[in-house]
């Protein structure tokens, strides 16, 4: 089944103590993205990744990091993290690098992250 | 002013209505433009894309298109209650196929 994985689905962390977000997809696609999701702001994007070893940032990169160094595998670290980055998060993969691109882009399950 | 502007609802449309749903976006480079639907506490999923200006089709969805007035809307027809979740705009940034910018979405509720 083609899917997009992330773990945990659920995490309760205070402020300073790093973490990662792991994100994973079966599907063999060059791009991925995290998002967050927050009331009344939508979705915006952290980071995105165009393939192994290459990834840019998005429109809220402050206070997050991720590397590729496997196409499957895009995890996101936040360092110190701070309760403004309680949010969900989402990760995402696409087939298609350029546009117009046919592929849907799949989300993952979603990541509920609450630092106290 | 936002990027990519949608009303937030709730908008509310009894079955079997058709439901419309618009989005304004800013950046007059954008190519591509997408609806997505979000059941609450679920992930987003693509249910339109759209590039040209005009209509495009899908079953009971139209997605239209038009660039020169920076609006691109989702119609609904023959409702059903299972339509009812938040419509999630996205415009790609500019030229950019990696950069999605998305609005904050529109509540959509089917009453029976």
């Known amino acids: 089944e083609a899917q997009v994985t992330q773990n945990p689905r659920y995490l309760i962390t205070v402020t300073g103590k790093k973490l990662t977000v792991t994100c994973s997809q079966n599907m063999n696609h060059e791009y991925m993205s995290w998002y967050r999701q927050d009331p009344g702001l939508g979705l915006r994007q952290i980071y995105y990744?165009?393939?192994?070893?290459?990834?840019d940032k998005g429109d809220v990169p402050e206070g997050y990091k991720v590397s590729r160094k496997e196409k499957r595998n895009f995890p996101l670290i936040l360092e110190s993290p701070s309760p403004n980055q309680t949010s969900l998060y989402f990760c995402?993969?696409?087939?298609?690098?350029?546009?117009?691109?046919?592929?849907?882009?799949?989300f993952g399950p979603g990541t509920r992250l609450l630092v106290l | 002013q936002k990027e990519v502007e949608q009303n937030s609802g709730p908008l509310s449309v009894p079955e079997g209505a058709i439901a419309s749903l618009n989005c304004t976006y800013s950046d007059r480079g954008s190519q591509s433009f997408f609806w997505y639907r979000q059941y609450s506490g679920k992930s987003p999923e693509l249910i339109m894309f759209i590039y040209s200006n005009g209509d495009k089709e899908d079953g009971r969805f139209t997605a239209q298109l038009n660039k020169a007035s920076q609006y691109v809307s989702l119609l609904i027809r023959d409702s059903q209650p299972s339509d009812s979740a938040t419509y999630l705009c996205?415009?790609?940034?500019?030229?950019?196929?990696?950069?999605?910018?998305f609005g904050s979405g529109t509540r959509l509720s089917i009453r029976p």
């Open positions: 995402a993969s696409r087939k298609d690098r350029d546009m117009p691109y046919q592929e849907t882009q799949y």
């Open positions: 990744s165009m393939n192994v070893e290459v990834t």
């Open positions: 996205a415009v790609n940034k500019g030229s950019s196929a990696s950069k999605i910018i």
